[in-house]
């Protein structure tokens, strides 16, 4: 089982900036994929970015300029630095990795995640 435990929400003026981190501990032996999902009441997930373990992203066209993703293998945990926040950024942000475990099989899995509120 692997557990990830985001961390760095809170509320925030527009324009604002924060970093959320997601540190995953638990069976893991390679952690392929961490990304970060947002979600609002009434909404499907939507992915915010995502990093491959070999350092390349893929961001959402909503945050390409302003959120900015990235990872330390060494320490299992990945980062989401969001600049310039706006009002439709309010969310709840997940965090989501691919972990290849012990035992060499793939699994999928989720943060509880933390709430982002962009508000004046």
């Known amino acids: 089982q692997v557990q990830l435990v985001e961390a760095g929400g809170g509320l925030v003026q527009p324009g604002g900036s924060l970093r959320l981190s997601c540190a995953a501990s638990?069976?893991?032996?390679?952690?392929?994929?961490m990304g970060w999902y947002r979600q609002t009441p009434g909404k499907e997930r939507e992915l915010v970015a995502r990093?491959?373990?070999?350092?390349?992203?893929n961001n959402a066209d909503s945050v390409k300029g302003r959120f900015t993703i990235s990872r330390d293998n060494a320490k299992n945990m990945v980062y989401l630095q969001i600049n310039s926040l706006k009002s439709e950024d309010t969310a709840r942000y997940f965090c989501?990795?691919?972990?290849?475990?012990?035992?060499?099989?793939?699994?999928?899995?989720w943060g509880q995640g933390t709430q982002v509120t962009v508000s004046s």
């Open positions: 989501n990795a691919y972990v290849t475990n012990n035992s060499g099989r793939e699994f999928q899995y």
């Open positions: 990093i491959i373990s070999d350092g390349s992203t």
């Open positions: 638990g069976s893991i032996s390679v952690i392929n994929v």
